[in-house]
């Protein structure tokens, strides 16, 4: 029953640095996305996929890159750290019946830290 | 764009109050309303989601209305505990993509 699972946890990082943030989830759902949260804004969008192999831009897109191979994985890569993408990282599914995506599930967060 | 208000950003009571947890929303096309609970350090988890056919929705001591033409929804909680203690965020779906917009939160502490 692992639901929503994003590794790693923890990561700091140089400037300059690429990485790739890990999701998956074992619901079969089709709706995948990605959030930052930082203090007092909130959580907003980066990219979601409404399936495999389709996927589109949020609310704060630039500097990632996401790609959907599979219905369960939903990585989301970093190109070039910057300091601003020092923040919190949640990955979230729900099932899709078009435009309502239903309940939303999230992953415990992983925290990024760009020196 | 819509625009999602948590007022207030943080709230005190003492345990056994019952109370309400205010969100607004600026554009009243939603598909439905969310309203999440986020603990220290941990991930959201969702508590209630509203229809926009819907006027509200009850999981135990949790009721939540929504209003659309007014853009509001409220979560009441009955007889707070100190578990209760959390972030209670609400997020709106609108737009043809599914995309949801959230709020700042409410932060609660219920004091013994």
């Known amino acids: 029953n692992a639901g929503v699972t994003q590794t790693p946890k923890f990561q700091v990082l140089k400037t300059g640095q690429s990485m790739t943030l890990q999701c998956a989830q074992d619901m079969n759902h089709e709706y995948m996305s990605w959030y930052r949260q930082d203090p007092g804004m909130g959580l907003r969008l980066i990219h979601y996929s409404v399936g495999a192999g389709i996927t589109d831009q949020g609310e704060v897109p630039n500097g990632y890159n996401v790609s959907r191979s599979t219905t369960e994985d939903f990585p989301l890569r970093l190109l070039s750290a910057a300091p601003s993408q020092t923040s919190v990282y949640f990955c979230?599914?729900?099932?899709?019946?078009?435009?309502?995506?239903?309940?939303?599930?999230f992953g415990e967060g992983s925290r990024l830290t760009v020196l | 764009k819509q625009e999602v208000t948590q007022i207030p950003a943080a709230l005190s009571v003492p345990e056994g109050e019952n109370l309400v947890l205010n969100c607004s929303f600026t554009?009243?096309?939603?598909?439905?309303l969310q309203w999440f609970r986020q603990d220290p350090g941990k991930g959201l988890t969702s508590l209630l989601l509203?229809?926009?056919?819907?006027r509200e929705q009850t999981s135990g001591r949790l009721n939540a209305s929504l209003d659309k033409s007014s853009g509001r929804s409220t979560l009441y909680i009955a007889a707070s505990q100190p578990g209760d203690s959390a972030t209670y965020l609400c997020a709106a779906t609108t737009g043809t993509a599914s995309k949801l917009t959230f709020g700042t939160g409410t932060r609660l502490q219920v004091t013994l």
């Open positions: 979230a599914s729900s099932y899709s019946t078009g435009a309502n995506t239903g309940e939303l599930f």
């Open positions: 509203i229809q926009s056919s819907q």
């Open positions: 554009d009243s096309a939603i598909y439905n």
